[in-house]
């Protein structure tokens, strides 16, 4: 395979956002440059202090308090200045663009889920995603908090996501996901009786399926898709596919029910690739995604990033917090120390959830 280059103008189109009748979109980002061999690949800004992202169980009032303050500053972008490409919506939209079919590369749809471009994809979108919130606040240490899901603390939507009428609530959830219902890291929408404790013992058990048993090499976590020729691999047994769809699944609306206004749910906000930025929370599921990448090579053997050319050299655009186009590659961001973040350790007891 060769490497995926970054898309441009030019390669974007109409984005589709169902499957059935084809519901198309418009998610293409403004500005988006015509020729992309001229833009410059990212450069990590000289170091300054790591910023540290937080369980988001456990932040404190002061993160809360600037977490809102830049989302809802984000969100005001909306309205006083749309085509930036730090408003709230276009970051939403860049999630549609490289997930909903917008681009088309090679004469093919572009698709960063279900392949090895998944993990690098959403780092990269994160890392920008944090820095512009930071920007927004004026606090170079700004982080974003990560979902604790893998951790019974955390198997619940974060309470700061849950106070109505803040900037990190939102309408269109499913309202299953409220007042601190504990989830089913495994489940596409059954819902099996059981108590909270039994609930939070098989998601470690899970955790511990996916992110050891089922995936001993980076084949098993990171890759599936694009190397299908090399192994016949379940999709479920990825982390990518559980626990990281069933949350998105959990906290949207159902596909088929009807909002207040009458329109039907494609599963907005969470459960479609297309909306799914456009609820505050997905960046910090995906805060935890990314942890796991980390969690993952910590855990020893075999273990550890690829070395194949055609990964490492894949591209991705992306605007930056002082709304400079650049492109960046996989192979620098394969540490997030050297990209400038790191997580606050949580212990791992799904490690000794062994089933
Ligand atoms: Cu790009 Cu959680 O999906």
Redo the contacts with the bound molecule.
Sequence with gaps: ATPIPAPNAPSCGTATISDGPEVPYTCCPPGMPEDIEKILYYKFPSATKLRIRQPAHAVDEELIAKYNLAISKMRELDTTDHFSPLAFKQQANI?CA??NGAYKIGGKELQ??NSWL?FP??RW?LYFYERILGKLIDDPTFALPYWNWDHPKGMRLPPIFDRQGTALYDERRSTQVRNGTVMDLGSFGDKVQTTQLQLMSNNLTLMYRQMVTNAPCPLFILWRTLRSWEITLKPQETVEVIP??P??IWVGTARGSKFPDGSTSYGED?GN?YS?GLDPV?YC??SN?DRMWNEWKQIGGKRRDISQRDWLNSEFFFFDENKNPYRVRVRDCLDTKTMGYDYAPMPTPWRNFKP
């Design positions: 999630h490289y997930c960063v889920h998944f994809f959403h979108y990281h769809i949350v998105h969470m690739f799914a997905f599921h995906h995604v």
